[in-house]
């Protein structure tokens, strides 16, 4: 018999309707010959409503009360999910933290797993019982309720999988897998089969917010097998797995595009050691994230430095980089605020050539101009303009005949 | 330096502008000099809400679950008191029934306190914290939350305010302390300032709801001194405690009046050994609750029986009556849906003479009708039609001159 970790978002349980066709997919996976232990998040928008509740009360809440106030969203969903099994005429039981045996450091909000004691959920399973994790939540060594963070209900799925040693930990979501591309975009975008976890973490870096980089890395090292289906309908899905050999056959998986980004140019600047050090130094105080990054050497010892970052940041960085002209006695600071971001994702690239070609002759077929590129062993990104972006995607994505996988 | 336990109720806490204001009056109880113990119910009408949202999901909601459900609004009042607390700039801390050590049976939605380690409690006492309890919850020796039923809250305040050695266990409530009688029915109803467990749990057993007899109890068995006060303005309170020997100077400490009462008469009933026995077995397998019951000897070896009931429950206790009917060859059985009960409460009645007489006499003089009467050492209720009930209250209350203590 099989164990699944199964994790249900806050959409899947948002609803009695959703919460009782969430206990019938359990019971589904259950007489497929499985045992389970489901992961669950606060129900749709109960995190937000709390969060909103206690800055009527305080604007800076403390996170130690914080996380014991967030907790009470989780607490509800394993209750109500649990009574929705036992209503079907299974035998269920909801755990939380304290129960689940998941003892954190005691970074409130964003607190770190340190290890777990599945003892009383092994018990449970024993017992024949269905479990109904919490996610998302932990306890500190003296008991006080912590949070995961962002995308804590995931990690809680993915390290209770290890723990369990279960066979799968499936993510059950809105979308039924990882996309060759956002479908929104890319009408013929396909449902990829398997993914390697590298691959998944680039994808997740670009902005694929089905599976976090933090649990992706979780399970990368404890060799976690993760499946990403949807809890709407049937559906194959997504294996998130390590890497294999046939995989190196695909040469690209996937290609993203993310949007809001813009590009600053700090021209004419003494080509001299120590210049990049100084400028990104003095972008890391104002806590503005960089991205991409080239340095080209130009005419008679001068140098231009390009770099993108998110555009909601950018004001931030222009006033870094203007003060920093005087300072350094840089000839001029450009700025361009409507930039996007097309990239191809894939471990093939490592073993085949052509590849960043073949990505520059498709934009170029389509008139798109290329502002910016960086390469890393297996993703290739381009800047172009915002205006081009979808129709970059499109012509990157079929060009690498994504579509026909 | 006094310790305090101060216990909040559910509309104390309702709103985030009543959550601030509970804050200031604990920073005030403090300032006077005071450690405190904030226990803390569950929001309003959270409660009911979740027992709504429960019953969405399957009809008999399993009691594990449910009392994981509910557990949920007392941790939400606690943290969101805690926070407001720190944020008028205090240090403050919410503990749930873990964390308080308040260990229980496995009775679910009715368990009982069966141990409390307050090492945590005094612990952040020590700190300096001013300590955010949740009432209402425990755990069972396997950590699953369990609930105290109903008056849980005021519960887990005496019991806290015991084992803690508390100066005193206030109640702060929407009413400024115990009445003489309820001010909405006798304008000259006065506030009491002391009152004896026993006269308290006469008083609640006749239906004043703000501290349960379960409760009472508890404070009676181990010496904790309770205050009633409100939470909303100032005032003295009244306090519950010990009888004094000057209490007794005190006929009677306070009236009441129970509406909704019904009257039943079995007549002509052979006047032998075990019928009243097998009349009020066969009710109590309807689980009816009777309160007052007289038994008339009659003539010709015939005797007839009276009791009250709730008159939500006169059906049920009317379909047993016409069936015994029958069975014991009664000669009829007569019904009245409109009663109310007027009593007086006070242990002075047990070295006082002529109370009775004084309370028919002021009820005879208002022209009301006595149905029937029952006394115990420090009560004395009688059964009046329900139309003349509020103004026996008046009467009761009056001759015994309670307006002017």
Redesign the interface.
């Known amino acids: 018999m099989a164990l699944i970790v199964q994790k249900y978002g806050g959409s899947s349980v948002a609803t ?1 309707e959703r ?2 066709a969430v206990a019938k997919m359990i019971l589904d996976t259950e007489k497929a010959g499985n045992q389970v232990v489901a992961v669950v998040s606060a129900r749709g928008d109960t995190t937000d409503e ?1 969060i909103a ?2 800055k ?7 996170v ?3 996380d ?2 967030l ?2 969203g989780e ?2 969903s ?3 999910l ?3 099994i ?2 079907l005429g299974r035998e269920a ?2 755990l ?1 933290a ?2 689940l045996g998941i003892v954190t450091d005691e970074a409130h909000t964003k607190a770190r797993i340190k290890e777990i004691h599945p003892e ?1 959920i092994r018990d449970e399973l024993r017992k024949g019982k269905i479990v109904i994790a919490a996610g998302f939540l932990g306890v500190d060594k ?4 912590t949070t995961l963070g962002r995308g804590g209900s995931n990690l809680t799925a993915v390290a209770l999988a290890h723990v369990l040693k279960a066979d799968v930990c499936e993510m059950l979501t809105d979308v039924d897998g990882i996309y060759t591309a956002d479908p929104r975009i890319v009408p013929d975008a396909r449902r990829i089969d398997e993914i390697s976890y590298d691959e998944m973490l680039e994808l997740a870096s670009l902005g694929a917010t089905v599976l976090q980089s933090r649990s992706v890395e979780f399970a990368k090292k404890y060799g976690v097998k993760i499946k990403v289906r949807s809890s709407f309908k049937e559906s194959k899905g997504t294996i998130v797995m390590e890497e294999t050999s046939s995989m190196e056959d695909i040469v690209v998986r996937g290609a993203a595009l993310t949007k809001q980004e813009a590009k600053l140019t700090i021209l004419g600047v003494p080509d001299k050691p120590g210049i990049a050090a100084r400028i990104f130094e003095r972008i890391a105080e104002k806590n503005v994230n960089v991205d991409m990054i080239v340095q080209n050497i130009g005419h008679g010892g001068k140098a231009e430095i390009s770099f993108t970052v998110l555009r909601s940041e950018l004001p931030d960085a222009l006033e870094v980089l203007n003060k920093l002209k005087t300072e350094l006695g840089a000839e001029a600071v450009e700025a361009d605020p409507t930039m996007a971001k097309v990239s191809i994702v894939g471990v093939g690239m490592r073993n085949h050539t052509g590849v960043g070609a073949k990505m520059f002759r498709a934009l170029a077929n389509e008139g798109i101009n290329i502002e910016m590129i960086s390469t890393s062993e297996i993703k290739l990104s381009c800047v172009v303009a915002d205006a081009d972006g979808e129709r970059a995607l499109r012509a990157v994505h079929k060009a690498f005949n994504l579509g026909n996988g």
Chains 1, 2 share one sequence.
Not at 56 to 62: A, G, L
């Open positions: 009695p919460i009782k709390l509740l206690a009527q009360i305080t604007d800076k809440p403390p130690r009360e914080m014991m106030l907790s009470t607490q509800e394993v209750a109500l649990a009574m929705a036992i209503g039981v909801s939380t304290s129960q009383r003296d008991l006080n309720i």
